[in-house]
């Protein structure tokens, strides 16, 4: 197992999109099922047992040193955001398979599973981590309902994909069950290309909130009404996109709005309904809360100048996950055992599975450089050499917690 054959299996894994030329593949989807059975062959390569769990996730298992022993699992999720890189996600999963190919004739204190997450984006629902959640048992059951552009629902979803609804509890799993939990990821961001490094370890994770923002005026014609009459519910949006934009600035939090829909969306017509998507993510849920009060106020009194209409509701929320102290004193030794005498350690400002997971048992993450710190983009880039260090100190922080034991 080598970095070349990694990087080849990231490849295989693009060619498996729902947009041709791009790739992009959402939880339940034709293409969610084919990447499932592609991660099960190489899985069952390394010398796993696999299943795809109840809530379509795609796992696999060996045994410790007697069956039965609580796991340690290692993964990521192989979901994507439209127009997506290869890496995100896909990388973590095929680095743990590769360390799982690796430690195939090494006896462990404990069993190792390597989990595929079936959706950490929430490109098609809205509401990320469905897949993680669910085997952390924290699901609420009011996510059935949530609907994709389409207006399929979660609950229909399932049952296309060939999974029950009801037998959703099936793949929650217990704390007793498991050992912890380690994911490797691209670091999206810039710093460690900027400080020339490899690899660093996670030390906390950012929390996010997701918000549907809607702005309601008149709809009329572009012709015909006088600026003092309109309700421009779009003018009234963009002053909000703006207000986000300067309000995260000041608050040192990170305010995306990346999707807007106009309505009725003519060019001859004045928006009369604009429904936007706000992501706010911050180190500390405090601040991240702070700022999302503020923004709404700044949003509410816009709508009263304008004679608008302003509504939110939340999509989803995760708050900040700090990382296991021991698991992060494993990755650090697994860096070191690379020659890197002193690894890095920051928190990630990207969501991740580890979030959910650190529910039922401790979590702990690897960062490998990206290219100029672009993620969500064709344009995701790693190098070989570092895929090939981040495989030697994900296989010596396995080796480094079965010694511990
Ligand atoms: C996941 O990639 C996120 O941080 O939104
Ligand atoms: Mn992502
Ligand atoms: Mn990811």
């Given at each position: 197992m080598d970095a070349e054959l990694i990087l080849e299996r990231c490849d295989d894994l693009a060619t498996i999109t729902s947009t041709p030329g791009k790739l992009t593949r959402v939880h339940l989807s034709d293409e969610h099922r084919a990447a499932n059975d592609m991660v099960a062959g190489w899985m069952a390569d390394a010398g796993l047992s696999t299943w795809q769990d109840a809530a379509g996730n795609q796992c696999g298992r060996r045994e410790g040193r007697e069956p039965g022993l609580p796991a340690l699992l290692l993964g990521s999720h192989i979901d994507t955001v439209p127009d997506a890189g290869r890496y995100d996600g896909m990388l973590g999963v095929l680095l743990a398979i590769g360390v799982a190919a690796r430690l195939r004739e090494v006896e462990l204190p404990f069993a190792l599973e390597v989990v595929a997450f079936s959706d950490e984006e929430g490109t098609r629902f809205g509401n990320a981590l469905l897949g993680s959640r669910a085997l952390a048992g924290t699901w609420d059951d009011e996510w059935w309902n949530l609907a994709d552009d389409d207006g399929v629902t979660l609950f229909e979803a399932f049952g296309d994909f060939g999974l029950d609804p009801a037998r959703l509890p099936g793949a929650f799993r217990r704390p007793d069950e498991l050992v912890g939990y380690l994911e490797a990821h691209i670091e999206q961001g810039p710093i460690l290309e900027d400080a020339d490094r490899r690899l660093a370890v996670v030390t906390s994770i950012a929390g996010a909130r997701r918000l549907e923002l809607e702005m309601t005026g008149k709809a009329g014609h572009a012709g015909g009404a006088r600026f003092e009459q309109r309700r421009d519910a779009l003018v009234g949006a963009s002053e909000v996109v703006v207000a986000i934009e300067r309000i995260s600035k000041r608050r040192g939090v990170l305010g995306t709005v990346g999707r807007i829909e106009v309505q009725p969306g003519g060019v001859n017509v004045v928006p009369g309904r604009v429904e936007f998507s706000l992501d706010l993510r911050a180190e500390f849920?405090?601040?991240?809360?702070?700022?999302?009060?503020?923004?709404?106020?700044?949003?509410?009194?816009?709508?009263?100048r304008r004679g608008l209409g302003f509504h939110h509701r939340e999509l989803y929320r995760a708050d900040a996950t700090a990382c296991d102290l021991d698991l992060r004193a494993a990755?650090?030794?697994?860096i070191r055992a690379t020659g890197d005498e002193d690894p890095p350690a920051f928190w990630s400002r990207a969501g991740h599975d580890g979030m959910a997971v650190s529910a039922v048992t401790p979590v702990g993450m690897l960062f490998v450089r990206c290219r100029g710190g672009v993620s969500h983009h064709p344009d995701e880039a790693v190098r070989k050499s570092d895929v090939a260090a981040a495989l030697d100190a994900f296989e010596a922080a396995v080796r480094h917690l079965a010694a511990g034991r």
């Amino acid at each position: 197992m080598d970095a070349e054959l990694i990087l080849e299996r990231c490849d295989d894994l693009a060619t498996i999109t729902s947009t041709p030329g791009k790739l992009t593949r959402v939880h339940l989807s034709d293409e969610h099922r084919a990447a499932n059975d592609m991660v099960a062959g190489w899985m069952a390569d390394a010398g796993l047992s696999t299943w795809q769990d109840a809530a379509g996730n795609q796992c696999g298992r060996r045994e410790g040193r007697e069956p039965g022993l609580p796991a340690l699992l290692l993964g990521s999720h192989i979901d994507t955001v439209p127009d997506a890189g290869r890496y995100d996600g896909m990388l973590g999963v095929l680095l743990a398979i590769g360390v799982a190919a690796r430690l195939r004739e090494v006896e462990l204190p404990f069993a190792l599973e390597v989990v595929a997450f079936s959706d950490e984006e929430g490109t098609r629902f809205g509401n990320a981590l469905l897949g993680s959640r669910a085997l952390a048992g924290t699901w609420d059951d009011e996510w059935w309902n949530l609907a994709d552009d389409d207006g399929v629902t979660l609950f229909e979803a399932f049952g296309d994909f060939g999974l029950d609804p009801a037998r959703l509890p099936g793949a929650f799993r217990r704390p007793d069950e498991l050992v912890g939990y380690l994911e490797a990821h691209i670091e999206q961001g810039p710093i460690l290309e900027d400080a020339d490094r490899r690899l660093a370890v996670v030390t906390s994770i950012a929390g996010a909130r997701r918000l549907e923002l809607e702005m309601t005026g008149k709809a009329g014609h572009a012709g015909g009404a006088r600026f003092e009459q309109r309700r421009d519910a779009l003018v009234g949006a963009s002053e909000v996109v703006v207000a986000i934009e300067r309000i995260s600035k000041r608050r040192g939090v990170l305010g995306t709005v990346g999707r807007i829909e106009v309505q009725p969306g003519g060019v001859n017509v004045v928006p009369g309904r604009v429904e936007f998507s706000l992501d706010l993510r911050a180190e500390f849920d405090e601040d991240r809360d702070q700022a999302l009060g503020e923004i709404l106020d700044e949003a509410r009194a816009i709508a009263a100048r304008r004679g608008l209409g302003f509504h939110h509701r939340e999509l989803y929320r995760a708050d900040a996950t700090a990382c296991d102290l021991d698991l992060r004193a494993a990755l650090e030794a697994g860096i070191r055992a690379t020659g890197d005498e002193d690894p890095p350690a920051f928190w990630s400002r990207a969501g991740h599975d580890g979030m959910a997971v650190s529910a039922v048992t401790p979590v702990g993450m690897l960062f490998v450089r990206c290219r100029g710190g672009v993620s969500h983009h064709p344009d995701e880039a790693v190098r070989k050499s570092d895929v090939a260090a981040a495989l030697d100190a994900f296989e010596a922080a396995v080796r480094h917690l079965a010694a511990g034991r």
